[in-house]
């Protein structure tokens, strides 16, 4: 179809030649012309929200195409059940996108806090620069829990700590969990390469401590063993930092139940995830999630039996 096109249009051409040579001379000289042609800049990977006094940007460290989302996000689900949720969301019921995003928050009065580091420390840090920051910036590194994809920024290629100036803050258990895995693991072993030589500078806290005033841990244990949330609260605004409690936005909120497979417990897992969408809806607070679609951030509202993620527009 588009040889027999362009066949035509070559035939058209060819009659009409003095034209032709007069549209190629202008677009010669168009060419030639670099500020014409300037490539359009790459879209930023940050993303800030104001809560309060706290600045909260969220930090894109990468973004890649799985498809096989039935096997990964619908454990028990019918396939009738998985194909109407994934049309009524208007996404494919096989191919999907993943996305990993750290969580920068700054305050006028208080440290910088990096909740989760990405999938590398180049990564991180290209993110980072896109808010006019870098590693040295951050006094804090909070870890949600220790999956790869959130704690793989920590070390650069040449083995130093990636955040040079930081403290560490993660649940007692979810460290104990991991730091006592035998080599041969694939999580225990980049907890040992990237955590544990730094554990000197870690503290470590339950649910309901804080990190900073206004950094508060919430337990959602079941994705691993010491997953947490963090409550951020300034002024009377309110935000929570959901992690890895939900990790598809159509999917996970739909059908909370059905199991994920990156979730250890999923029993727990599933109970977290339901009372966390349900408080969060109920009232009313914005959330970031680390796998949600950049920039991450929305709103949840109950539908049916379940959930809906509602992706911010301009109310942050
Ligand atoms: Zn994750």
Do not use: C
């Not at 793989?152 to 290629?157: A, D």
């Not at 503290?203 to 959602?220: C, E, H, L, N, W």
Request: proline share 6%.
């Amino acid at each position: 179809m588009s040889l027999k096109l362009s066949r035509r249009a070559a035939l058209a051409g060819a009659a009409a030649a003095p034209l032709s040579a007069t549209l190629a001379a202008t677009v010669t000289a168009t060419i030639a012309t670099p500020v014409q042609a300037a490539a359009p800049a790459a879209p930023s990977k940050a993303r800030a929200f104001q809560i309060g006094d706290f600045t909260v940007t969220t930090l894109l460290s990468g973004s890649v195409a799985r498809d096989g989302m039935k096997e990964i996000f619908g454990g028990g689900a019918a396939d009738a059940d998985w194909t109407r949720v994934a049309e009524e969301n208007f996404v494919s019921p096989d191919a999907g996108q993943f996305y990993f995003t750290p969580t920068l928050v700054t305050t006028p009065s208080s440290e910088t806090i990096l909740f989760d580091t990405g999938l590398n420390a180049g990564s991180i840090t290209a993110a980072l620069a896109d808010a006019g920051r870098t590693p040295e910036d951050v006094d804090v590194v909070v870890l949600t829990h220790m999956h790869p994809d959130h704690i793989g920024g920590m070390m650069s290629e040449d083995g130093r700590p990636t955040f040079a100036n930081a403290r560490y803050v993660t649940a007692a258990r979810e460290y104990d969990f991991w730091a006592a895995m035998e080599a041969g693991n694939r999580v225990g072993d980049l907890v040992a390469k990237n955590v544990t030589p730094l554990a000197e500078k870690m503290s470590f806290i339950d649910g309901g401590g804080a990190v900073i005033s206004g950094v508060t841990a919430m337990p959602a244990y079941g994705h691993t063993p010491g997953h947490m949330n963090y409550m951020l609260e300034s002024n009377g605004a309110q935000m929570v930092l959901i992690a890895d409690l939900a990790n598809h936005y159509v999917f996970s909120f739909a059908r909370p139940e059905w199991e994920v497979r990156f979730d250890m417990d999923k029993a727990a897992a599933t109970a977290a995830r339901r009372e966390m969408l349900g408080m969060l809806a109920a009232d009313r607070l914005p959330m970031i999630g680390y796998h949600m679609p950049f920039p991450a951030a929305g709103f949840v509202e109950t539908r049916g039996d379940g959930f809906r993620y509602v992706p911010v527009s301009y109310q942050l």
